[in-house]
């Protein structure tokens, strides 16, 4: 064996040794492809006590990813045909298996308004009881006991909705006699958490949460919202992503959330700028329809009236371009759908009927803007 060969060896085991341990040093320290979790990721499902003008009992759930010093999670519920939803984040602080925590939130509610008309001639009553969604921005207290796999969660918190202008609903002779509409919700939950994860270890850059802003276009007006996906890498050049998104639509004031998935396509692999995706999402919310409604005399009473329903609908998504910019992506997204609304129902003290339009075709089209965590 030459003293050339042997050399040239000597040098291979030496470089290999040294790639072996700075990858060592990196995978322990450093390395953003290979880290730990550091969090706690609890499932809750809560009992719900909501006062917001009346006072009602329901149920939610919510996921909460939990820190050493810093927590963020998302959470709905539902009572007595209202429903919000909402974005939590804000310090943490662990005593062991036990956590508190303060944040602030950012979401959606479905306030109650309350309206009574009375008609001056005929002193005739008609009252209703309507959900309008709004904007929300308040704050919680979180505390909790963790087992090793469930645990207890209680929340405290309020919230106040942003008003907005709107007209009277019946003109003369009837006359607006009252009107409530309280925008301050206070909510008090209580339920079992699930852990789903802790201190894992992940390879971040293909298995990361994507936190995205977007706007747009549909057959509901202009929108704008925000999304958070999961982000898992399944082949060299192929992936899923599943998460929750919130839109709200200017002018009318609908407002959903919704749960979407979608299949990614990475032609270059890890490396790729361009990247494409194909998926679907699944919304509810409250939207502003039309109703028409006629008592058993309709020259005595009749109404047309906007108001605001519970409803869902699907739609098939694609996103045929976007581009993939390091830690950032921007993307164009469009969707085509099927939506169908609770009928609109009302009470008063004259007999009468009310129709209106339950279902109809949803399309939208926009740009996003994502940021990988």
């Known amino acids: 064996m030459s003293k ?32 730990e979790n550091n969090a706690t990721t609890l499932l809750g499902v809560n009992g719900v006590y909501k006062q917001n003008g009346d006072s009602a009992f329901g149920a939610g759930l919510s996921v909460t990813n939990l820190y050493d010093w810093f927590h963020f999670g998302t959470s709905v519920d539902y009572s007595k045909g209202c429903f919000a939803g909402k974005f939590q984040i804000g ?54 006991f963790v087992f090793e796999r469930v645990g207890i969660q209680a929340r405290v918190s309020y919230d106040n909705a942003n008003g907005y202008k709107r007209g009277t609903m019946l003109g003369e002779p009837w006359v607006l006699r009252s009107s409530i509409e309280n925008e301050n919700i206070i909510t008090a939950e209580l339920g079992i958490s699930l852990v789903l994860g802790s201190n894992e270890i992940r390879y971040s850059g293909d298995n990361c949460y994507e936190f995205s802003g977007f706007g747009g276009i549909s057959s509901y ?15 060299y050049s192929v992936g899923q992503s599943y998460g929750g998104f919130a839109s709200f639509y200017l002018g009318n004031g609908n407002a959903e959330l919704g749960g979407k998935y979608m299949f990614n396509w990475y032609p270059g692999g890890s490396n790729s700028i361009y990247t494409g995706s194909i998926g679907a999402e699944l919304a509810m919310g409250q939207y502003k329809r039309q109703w028409n409604g006629a008592a058993d005399d309709p020259e005595r009473f009749s109404v047309k009236a906007r108001n605001y329903a519970f409803g869902g609908r699907f739609a098939g998504v694609v996103e045929p371009v976007a581009l993939q910019l390091g830690q950032f992506k921007v993307s164009a997204f469009g969707s085509i759908g099927y939506a169908v609304w609770i009928p609109v129902k009302a009470t008063g003290n004259l007999g009468y009927e009310t129709s209106s339009e339950n279902s109809g075709l949803y399309w939208n089209m926009g740009a996003k803007l994502s940021i990988a965590l």
């Open 4 to 35: 050339k060969f042997i050399i040239a060896l000597i040098i291979i085991i030496g470089a290999t040794n040294n790639l072996f341990a700075q990858r060592g040093r990196q995978a322990g320290n450093g390395n953003r492809n290979l880290r």
């Open 91 to 144: 310090p943490a602080i662990w005593f062991g298996n036990f956590y508190g925590a303060l944040s602030l939130d950012m979401g959606l509610a479905q306030c109650l308004r309350i309206e009574e008309y009375v008609n001056e001639n005929t002193l005739d009553v008609f009252k209703t009881r309507t959900p309008a969604p709004k904007m929300t921005l308040g704050g919680s207290v979180r505390m909790g």
């Open 221 to 235: 007006g202009v929108f704008f919202g925000s999304e958070l996906l999961k982000f898992e890498r399944t082949g």
